[in-house]
């Protein structure tokens, strides 16, 4: 209690607002340009998607991935599982969180080895509209290059020599 020569006054509530003076972190994916080889052991590519600095609650981001790219050919998607000369990975694009206090979080894309020599093929994953706990930083494109696994096939003549007769009606 108070001392002998104070009294206690009526109670007041006092509503204290703490401004926050640290800007939003920026997310940024870990590299601008990734490699895979077709026949990947995991069946997948994992891109790491950076935060610059923690935060105390989760960061959401959309994510989308779109055919070609870069200056290889363009890697293709139909929209299924199915490995085919066509469909070298999983075009799904979707929302990562990332979460309270963590500094990166990854996004896993499927990659199908479809058997048929195409060369190397890109595709791109685009980061867009993150929540308001973060800003979108300078490095939000991501071209991943599919290296193709097949033999570049070689083109033989069926003979090394062919007998053509002159006059033939």
Avoid: H, R
């Amino acid at each position: 209690g108070p001392s002998a020569n104070a009294a206690l006054g009526a109670t007041f509530a006092e509503v204290i607002t703490i401004t926050d003076d640290e800007t939003a972190p920026q997310i940024n994916f870990a590299n601008a340009t990734d490699t895979v080889v077709a026949n990947v052991a995991a069946g997948y590519k994992v891109l790491t998607v950076n935060v610059a600095a923690a935060v105390a609650t989760p960061i959401t981001i959309t994510y989308a991935l779109t055919d070609g790219g870069g200056a290889n050919g363009t890697a293709e998607s139909d929209g299924t599982t199915t490995p085919a000369y066509n469909n070298d990975y999983n075009e799904t694009g979707g929302t990562l969180t990332i979460a309270a206090l963590a500094t990166s979080s990854s996004i896993t894309i499927p990659i199908y080895n479809d058997g048929v020599y195409e060369g190397s093929e890109d595709f791109k994953v685009t980061l867009s509209g993150p929540s308001a706990n973060a800003t979108l930083g300078a490095t939000d494109e991501d071209v991943v290059t599919i290296t193709d696994d097949e033999a570049k096939p070689t083109l033989n003549w069926a003979s090394a020599t062919d007998l053509v007769v002159e006059n033939v009606a």
